[in-house]
């Protein structure tokens, strides 16, 4: 699986931006994927995941209510809709998948990743 990740970019504190995850592969519907992110000096965080139907979703605390990941196996992808951006969401922002049924918030279980996109919060 590949993953090409797009739509990060300077924001204001307040605003909105969306991330898409483009995967390639016939199986995209039996992983479950992630976002992660990483400030520079920091390890990869978690920050959402989606279950294979969409249905399932996870959030780190800092971004419930804010952040919304969701997924259309049919194109496969996968989206982060941010909103009510803070500074300190600013990192880099990685897609990943994981071959199982199962979620997690490890990045080190996940088994593909994209190249990352930038997200900068900034007035």
């Known amino acids: 699986v590949q993953l090409v990740e797009s739509g990060g970019g300077l924001v204001q504190p307040g605003g909105s931006l969306r991330l898409s995850c483009a995967a390639s592969?016939?199986?995209?519907?039996?992983?479950?994927m992630g976002w992660f992110r990483q400030a520079p000096g920091k390890g990869r965080d978690f920050v959402a995941a989606?279950?294979?139907?969409?249905?399932?979703?996870y959030y780190t605390d800092s971004v419930k209510g804010r952040f919304t990941i969701s997924r259309d196996n049919a194109k496969n992808t996968v989206s982060l809709q941010m909103n009510s951006l803070k500074p300190e969401d600013t990192a880099v922002y990685f897609c990943?998948?994981?071959?199982?049924?199962?979620?997690?918030?490890?990045?080190?279980?996940?088994?593909?990743w994209g190249q990352g996109t930038q997200v900068t919060v900034s007035s």
């Open positions: 592969g016939r199986t995209f519907s039996s992983y479950i």
């Open positions: 989606i279950g294979w139907s969409g249905r399932d979703t």
């Open positions: 990943g998948a994981r071959r199982t049924w199962a979620f997690s918030r490890r990045s080190d279980e996940y088994d593909y």
